[in-house]
């Protein structure tokens, strides 16, 4: 706008480098803080020159949390549960758009109700299923048994504590994703399958051949934004994994990270700083190289 | 809205959706029964099926102070937390949609704090918050024990309060920059031309045009901060000092796993879930009224 207003440009400059500051301040302060030796970082006020153990404070850190394993189950659970979501939500939209059945809509309610509780309300008895997955089943049957005691059958158990499928599967049952395509696939045009159906596509290959490829972006979104949500779960894994020295995801390992004031040592600072960024630099990454994606997908799905 | 070109392979429509119902049978809807049939129930000490107990569990919950304790700090939490972050969010917003120079580094810097992950943030907050090390510990220098949130419940709560505004702030920046980026340039520029400045033109223009988009903002952050606070507390407070932080999911947590009490912890649980539940449907309801303008 054509328009000649120093002051309040100023103004516009300082407020935004002020903000600026405010939110990069804790960032910067996790790797001055990281960057010290043991005794500078117990000074206090700490000194806000960064010191030259950062390395030596990292690869400490690494060590000490065996952070080689624990990244790497973060790293298969956060990819497990952004893939899960981007192929089961495609998955049952299409089921919900390009068929016309009688249940098709009670589906779709269903689905979409569960974005409504999120996990976090509903810990006890998730864990519960959790522990025995087939538990619902069981339920179901022994119900059903009550009326008809023929059909009494007992399930085996399932047990998902301290196991991949435990930290992925409870994360990807939730209608972010299906709703997301749904919304997609409403605006695909009709001469598009009807084309495909001409030349004698069937739903697979429409579904593979025409619809994947066109929804391209949106699953870049919802893995983007899933990858990120998956790794900083922290409130499921800790109940999920309940034997926490040989299984353990980056977040839960924090809450390890600074050792209780034993002896009446100050903690060690400068390391668990050092954890803290190690774990917070897989998702800062992914949302720094994938910016577009990661806003995009943030606003459609919670449209 | 619905397809005219369908497809009739009824066992395909079926098998794509299958595990997708069986997945939110089995971690949504299940659990979120059994939340209401414990809720109902006690299990009697001696083993045996669950007793139905009526409200009995519902009124020991609301009998219960520490409780009434809980809500009203996850009440204080989520309100201060909205204004503290949606307020930040917003004066930033409004000066980076100026476009001076600089506007998109700003932009992309911003929203960064909500990558990263609570139990991250909480750790880095505690660290700058702790008494003895860090910067505000630097206030002891001036008297001794004036700051210290391991011992002073408010100081811990407002510790994470400051964090949890914080990673929201970035969030509701992508939001906020988004509404404002929507608002029609002419309809600015014709506030330009009869001589409202840039600030009255924020105040009055900009801001009143955006007023749905701060509705839907308040309704996801008090939800948030309902529900998304455990990691936060976890690692800085672990509820203390003497309850001080303990939101309602922390207690639902402590109750059900540190306790035991599965049949408390479910009714707690069920209260929460219901409050959820108001406040998604109100802004489902907004959302309706948003495309109907938009």
Same mark, same amino acid.
């Given at each position: 706008?054509?328009?000649?207003t120093p002051l309040i440009n100023l103004l516009t400059h300082a407020v935004l480098l002020?903000?600026?500051?405010?939110?990069?301040?804790?960032?910067?302060?996790?790797?001055?803080?990281?960057?010290?030796?043991?005794?500078?970082?117990?000074?206090?006020?700490?000194?806000?020159?960064?010191?030259?153990?950062? $390395?030596?404070?990292?690869?400490?850190?690494?060590?000490?949390?065996? +952070?080689?394993?624990?990244?790497?189950?973060?790293?298969?659970?956060?990819?497990?549960?952004?893939?899960?979501?981007?192929?089961?939500?495609?998955?049952?939209?299409?089921?919900?758009?390009?068929?016309?059945?009688?249940?098709?809509?009670?589906?779709?309610?269903?689905?979409?109700?569960?974005?409504?509780?999120?996990?976090?309300?509903?810990?006890?008895?998730?864990?519960?299923?959790?522990?025995?997955?087939?538990?619902?089943?069981?339920?179901?049957?022994?119900?059903?048994?009550?009326?008809?005691?023929?059909?009494?059958?007992?399930?085996?158990?399932?047990?998902?504590?301290?196991?991949?499928?435990?930290?992925?599967?409870?994360?990807?049952?939730?209608?972010?994703?299906? +709703?997301?395509?749904?919304?997609?696939?409403?605006?695909?045009?009709?001469?598009?399958?009807?084309?495909?159906?001409?030349?004698?596509?069937?739903?697979?290959?429409?579904?593979?051949?025409?619809?994947?490829?066109?929804?391209?972006?949106?699953?870049?979104?919802?893995?983007?934004?899933? +990858?990120?949500?998956? $790794?900083?779960?922290?409130?499921?894994?800790?109940?999920?994994?309940?034997?926490?020295?040989?299984?353990?995801?980056?977040?839960?390992?924090?809450?390890?990270?600074?050792?209780?004031?034993?002896?009446?040592?100050?903690?060690? $600072?400068?390391?668990?700083?050092?954890?803290?960024?190690?774990?917070?630099?897989?998702?800062?990454?992914?949302?720094?190289?994938?910016?577009?994606?990661?806003?995009?997908?943030?606003?459609?799905?919670?449209? | 809205?619905?397809?005219?070109?369908?497809?009739?392979?009824?066992?395909?429509?079926?098998?794509?959706?299958?595990? @997708?119902?069986?997945?939110?049978?089995?971690?949504?809807?299940?659990?979120?029964?059994?939340?209401?049939?414990? =809720?109902?129930?006690?299990?009697?000490?001696?083993?045996?099926?669950?007793?139905?107990?009526?409200?009995?569990?519902?009124?020991?919950?609301?009998?219960?102070?520490?409780?009434?304790? =809980?809500?009203?700090?996850?009440?204080?939490?989520?309100?201060?937390?909205?204004?503290?972050?949606?307020?930040?969010?917003?004066?930033?917003?409004?000066?980076?949609?100026?476009?001076?120079?600089?506007?998109?580094?700003?932009?992309?810097?911003?929203?960064?704090?909500?990558?990263?992950?609570?139990?991250?943030?909480?750790?880095?907050?505690?660290?700058?918050?702790?008494?003895?090390?860090?910067?505000?510990?630097?206030?002891?220098?001036?008297?001794?024990?004036?700051?210290?949130?391991?011992?002073?419940?408010? @100081?811990?709560?407002? @510790?994470?309060?400051?964090?949890?505004?914080?990673?929201?702030?970035?969030?509701?920046?992508?939001?906020?920059?988004?509404?404002?980026?929507?608002?029609?340039?002419?309809?600015?520029?014709?506030?330009?031309?009869?001589?409202?400045?840039?600030?009255?033109?924020?105040?009055?223009? @900009?801001?009143?045009?955006?007023?749905?988009?701060?509705?839907?903002? !308040?309704?996801?952050?008090?939800?948030?901060?309902?529900?998304?606070?455990?990691?936060?507390?976890?690692?800085?407070?672990?509820?203390?000092?003497?309850?001080?932080?303990?939101?309602?999911?922390?207690?639902?947590?402590?109750?059900?796993?540190?306790?035991?009490?599965? =049949?408390?912890?479910?009714?707690?649980?069920?209260?929460?879930?219901?409050?959820?539940?108001?406040?998604?449907?109100?802004?489902?309801? !907004?959302?309706?009224?948003?495309?109907?303008?938009?």
């Amino acid at each position: 706008m054509v328009e000649r207003t120093p002051l309040i440009n100023l103004l516009t400059h300082a407020v935004l480098l002020l903000g600026l500051v405010i939110l990069m301040a804790p960032l910067a302060l996790v790797v001055i803080a990281a960057s010290h030796d043991f005794k500078t970082v117990n000074l206090s006020p700490m000194p806000l020159i960064p010191g030259g153990h950062l $390395w030596e404070n990292l690869r400490a850190a690494w060590v000490g949390n065996n +952070f080689g394993q624990v990244m790497f189950t973060s790293l298969v659970v956060a990819f497990g549960v952004a893939a899960g979501k981007i192929i089961l939500s495609a998955m049952s939209a299409f089921s919900i758009v390009y068929f016309r059945y009688r249940l098709r809509m009670v589906f779709f309610w269903i689905i979409f109700i569960t974005l409504m509780l999120p996990l976090e309300v509903r810990i006890v008895p998730t864990y519960a299923v959790a522990a025995n997955a087939l538990s619902p089943y069981q339920g179901l049957i022994d119900a059903l048994a009550s009326l008809v005691p023929a059909i009494s059958i007992k399930l085996p158990e399932w047990n998902l504590l301290n196991t991949y499928q435990g930290l992925i599967l409870p994360l990807v049952a939730t209608a972010t994703g299906t +709703f997301l395509y749904r919304q997609f696939f409403l605006t695909v045009p009709e001469e598009l399958t009807e084309a495909a159906r001409m030349d004698g596509a069937g739903a697979l290959r429409f579904f593979w051949d025409v619809l994947l490829p066109l929804s391209k972006t949106n699953m870049a979104a919802l893995g983007v934004i899933m +990858f990120v949500w998956a $790794w900083n779960q922290y409130l499921w894994p800790i109940l999920v994994v309940t034997d926490q020295n040989h299984f353990s995801t980056a977040t839960m390992q924090l809450s390890k990270a600074v050792p209780g004031l034993a002896f009446g040592e100050p903690p060690v $600072w400068n390391t668990a700083m050092a954890a803290t960024l190690i774990v917070m630099v897989p998702p800062l990454i992914v949302v720094i190289l994938a910016q577009r994606w990661f806003v995009r997908g943030l606003i459609s799905t919670e449209k | 809205m619905e397809k005219r070109v369908t497809f009739n392979n009824l066992w395909i429509a079926a098998a794509f959706i299958a595990p @997708q119902l069986f997945l939110v049978f089995t971690f949504f809807y299940w659990p979120t029964g059994q939340a209401l049939y414990w =809720s109902l129930t006690l299990e009697p000490p001696f083993g045996g099926g669950n007793q139905f107990v009526g409200l009995q569990n519902f009124k020991a919950v609301f009998a219960d102070p520490h409780y009434w304790d =809980s809500v009203i700090r996850s009440v204080i939490f989520a309100i201060t937390v909205t204004l503290l972050s949606v307020g930040f969010a917003a004066v930033l917003a409004l000066f980076a949609d100026r476009n001076l120079r600089g506007h998109q580094l700003y932009k992309f810097l911003y929203f960064l704090p909500y990558a990263v992950p609570a139990a991250a943030v909480g750790l880095a907050f505690r660290f700058t918050f702790t008494p003895e090390a860090g910067f505000l510990g630097a206030l002891n220098h001036l008297h001794p024990g004036l700051w210290d949130p391991t011992r002073n419940g408010w @100081q811990a709560l407002l @510790q994470i309060i400051l964090g949890q505004s914080w990673k929201m702030a970035g969030y509701n920046f992508i939001f906020l920059l988004a509404a404002l980026q929507s608002v029609p340039r002419p309809v600015i520029e014709a506030a330009a031309m009869d001589g409202a400045g840039v600030l009255r033109r924020m105040r009055e223009i @900009q801001l009143p045009l955006i007023t749905p988009t701060f509705f839907f903002l !308040f309704v996801i952050n008090i939800t948030d901060s309902f529900v998304d606070s455990f990691g936060m507390i976890d690692v800085t407070t672990k509820g203390g000092p003497s309850r001080a932080t303990e939101l309602m999911v922390y207690k639902i947590y402590l109750d059900g796993f540190e306790s035991k009490d599965y =049949s408390l912890a479910a009714a707690q649980s069920i209260i929460l879930m219901l409050l959820i539940v108001v406040m998604t449907v109100l802004q489902f309801r !907004f959302v309706e009224r948003r495309v109907h303008y938009s």
